[in-house]
């Protein structure tokens, strides 16, 4: 079992920046994907924003390419999210996920370990 712990959410004004933070226990992230996934209000489905996999490959979605950078400290077991030039269209609960294969499709059906989610509000 691998629990995950997200914080460095808050509130931010549009332009600004916020670094999110994915600790995890119970086994090492080395050889784990890791993505990080958001879910708007009143949004049903997670949108899949940025995914690490072990071997050091990366994937963005369009929308967050040249603003957020998904990161790994593997002696912390932290993966984090960089996220800059932030709009208010990015207000969401923000969710750190990790899987231990190797993960080719882009969405959140991929992963099996979830954080609780910590919340993202940009003020324009």
């Known amino acids: 079992q691998v629990q995950l712990v997200e914080s460095g959410g808050g509130v931010v004004q549009s332009g600004g920046s916020l670094r999110l933070s994915c600790v995890a226990s119970?086994?090492?992230?080395?050889?784990?994907?890791v993505g990080w996934f958001r879910q708007a209000p009143g949004k049903e489905r997670q949108e899949v924003l940025c995914?690490?996999?072990?071997?050091?490959?990366?994937y963005y979605t369009d929308s967050v390419k040249g603003r957020f950078i998904i990161s790994r400290d593997n002696a912390k077991n932290t993966a984090y999210l960089q996220m800059s030039s932030l709009e208010p269209e990015d207000t969401a609960i923000y969710y750190c996920?990790?899987?231990?294969?190797?993960?080719?499709?882009?969405?959140?059906?991929?992963?099996?370990?979830w954080g609780q989610g910590t919340p993202v509000t940009v003020s324009e």
């Open positions: 119970g086994h090492t992230l080395d050889d784990y994907a």
């Open positions: 995914i690490s996999n072990g071997d050091g490959s990366t």
């Open positions: 996920a990790a899987d231990p294969g190797f993960v080719i499709v882009h969405q959140y059906t991929e992963f099996q370990y």
